[in-house]
């Protein structure tokens, strides 16, 4: 087991002039399950190919302990990748693809077989180790390309969107099963999905990425309770949190023809700005007399939950998501009047997108 860090990590592909990544400092604990999460292009998966040693560093390093790994090839890094696509050999039992990396280094029949027979156990996978690939789900599948990587007692578990060729229900199964797994075993692990439902649900610490640079990293619930920018606020939660600009007025500020009070120190940090961008959850919301009017374009309900989708009357085509009582019989086209909790309200600013806070 070992401690991760970048320290001003930068990757710049040939032929381009951006930086896929950007400076990346970041500090992974020993023990730590971190979640690099973002949109297609945010610099994760570059990030964790860095740290495997299959993208070089161009300035920066990369410390893996308290070795400087920056320049060393993969092999000497004590590492164990998990790719997507599990990159099974077709023609070899499962018990032959697990320990097939433990019979390139060298190491004795029965240990080869003890070691996989331990990791099988810890999988559920002892019945299927004389079994080929093609003989298996989806999901034994990914569990085999895990158990590869278990075999070999690595410092750190490297982990590229392993669960992206599941199915729904699979892969919520799968995510619990590789964090309780993550938990007994204790070994660091690096973990890049662009889910940010995988991200909340798995990770001790979640490291938001945008466009090559580091938006913020924390824990889950930080994250979602405390987003340090716009973009942050916009990407952690499902459904999203409402983003509403708002005109700021004495006492608040105006969506529509709707005041939400505002307290008047924190509309003094919003500098010579007219404007707040308003942070509502869907969760926040809660039906009233008096309110934003909302225009219903359609319930969603799920049963133990309902989410309203429409627009805000009076205002450009707002888009607004609630979460409301189930069974409703609200119907398209009619007028509701939503009310925000004053105490879950997030600020940030129309300038600078940063959070406004007391």
Not at 330 to 351: N, W
């Given at each position: 087991?070992a401690?991760?860090s970048f320290?001003?990590?930068?990757?710049?592909?040939p032929?381009?002039?951006?930086?896929?990544v950007?400076?990346?400092?970041?500090d992974i604990?020993?023990?730590?399950?971190v979640?690099?999460?973002?949109?297609?292009?945010?610099?994760?998966?570059t990030?964790?190919?860095?740290?495997?040693g299959?993208?070089?560093?161009?300035?920066?390093?990369?410390?893996?302990?308290?070795r400087?790994?920056?320049?060393?090839?993969?092999?000497?890094?004590?590492?164990?990748?998990?790719?997507?696509?599990?990159?099974?050999?077709p023609h070899?039992?499962?018990?032959?693809?697990?320990?097939?990396?433990?019979?390139?280094?060298?190491?004795?029949?029965?240990?080869r077989a003890?070691?996989?027979?331990?990791?099988?156990?810890?999988?559920?996978?002892?019945?299927?180790?004389?079994?080929?690939?093609?003989?298996?789900?989806?999901?034994?599948?990914?569990?085999?390309?895990?158990?590869?990587?278990?075999?070999?007692?690595?410092?750190v578990?490297?982990?590229?969107?392993?669960?992206?060729?599941?199915?729904?229900?699979?892969?919520?199964?799968?995510?619990?099963?590789?964090?309780?797994?993550?938990?007994?075993?204790?070994?660091?692990?690096v973990?890049?999905?662009?889910?940010?439902i995988?991200?909340?649900?798995?990770?001790?610490?979640?490291?938001?990425?945008?466009?090559?640079l580091l938006?913020?990293?924390?824990?889950?619930?930080n994250?979602?309770?405390?987003?340090?920018?716009?973009f942050?606020a916009?990407?952690?939660?499902?459904?999203?949190?409402?983003?509403?600009e708002?005109?700021?007025?004495?006492?608040?500020a105006?969506?529509?023809?709707?005041?939400?009070?505002?307290?008047?120190?924190?509309?003094?940090?919003?500098?010579?700005?007219?404007t707040?961008?308003?942070g509502?959850?869907?969760?926040?919301f809660?039906?009233a007399?008096?309110?934003?009017?909302?225009?219903?374009?359609?319930?969603?309900?799920?049963?133990?939950?309902?989410?309203?989708?429409?627009?805000?009357?009076h205002?450009?085509?707002?888009?607004i998501?609630?979460?409301?009582?189930?069974?409703?019989?609200?119907?398209?086209?009619?007028?509701?009047?939503l009310a925000?909790?004053?105490?879950?309200?997030?600020?940030?600013s129309?300038?600078?997108?940063?959070r406004?806070?007391?």
């Amino acid at each position: 087991m070992a401690t991760v860090s970048f320290k001003g990590a930068t990757r710049v592909y040939p032929g381009t002039e951006i930086a896929a990544v950007d400076k990346l400092d970041l500090d992974i604990q020993d023990g730590e399950f971190v979640v690099l999460v973002g949109p297609s292009g945010s610099g994760k998966s570059t990030a964790l190919r860095m740290l495997a040693g299959l993208e070089e560093a161009n300035e920066g390093s990369i410390y893996i302990g308290d070795r400087d790994v920056t320049n060393s090839p993969p092999k000497e890094r004590d590492i164990a990748m998990v790719f997507q696509n599990y990159a099974l050999y077709p023609h070899m039992s499962v018990a032959d693809n697990m320990g097939f990396a433990l019979k390139m280094q060298g190491i004795h029949k029965e240990e080869r077989a003890k070691r996989v027979l331990e990791a099988a156990k810890l999988l559920g996978l002892e019945e299927y180790l004389e079994r080929k690939p093609k003989a298996l789900s989806g999901g034994q599948r990914q569990r085999v390309a895990m158990g590869r990587a278990i075999v070999r007692d690595p410092q750190v578990f490297l982990m590229d969107e392993p669960l992206s060729n599941l199915d729904a229900k699979l892969r919520v199964q799968t995510r619990t099963q590789i964090a309780e797994l993550q938990h007994r075993l204790g070994v660091t692990t690096v973990y890049v999905t662009h889910d940010q439902i995988e991200a909340m649900t798995m990770g001790d610490r979640v490291a938001v990425l945008k466009d090559g640079l580091l938006q913020q990293v924390d824990t889950p619930l930080n994250l979602y309770d405390a987003p340090k920018n716009l973009f942050v606020a916009g990407f952690i939660g499902s459904p999203a949190m409402n983003l509403i600009e708002a005109q700021i007025v004495d006492g608040g500020a105006m969506i529509g023809d709707y005041l939400v009070p505002i307290a008047r120190n924190l509309l003094a940090k919003a500098g010579d700005d007219k404007t707040i961008m308003l942070g509502i959850r869907p969760e926040s919301f809660h039906l009233a007399d008096e309110g934003l009017a909302v225009k219903v374009s359609v319930i969603e309900d799920l049963g133990s939950d309902a989410y309203l989708y429409g627009s805000a009357v009076h205002t450009d085509d707002q888009q607004i998501i609630a979460r409301v009582g189930t069974r409703l019989h609200d119907e398209k086209g009619t007028i509701v009047h939503l009310a925000p909790q004053p105490e879950k309200l997030h600020l940030f600013s129309k300038s600078t997108e940063l959070r406004i806070t007391a």
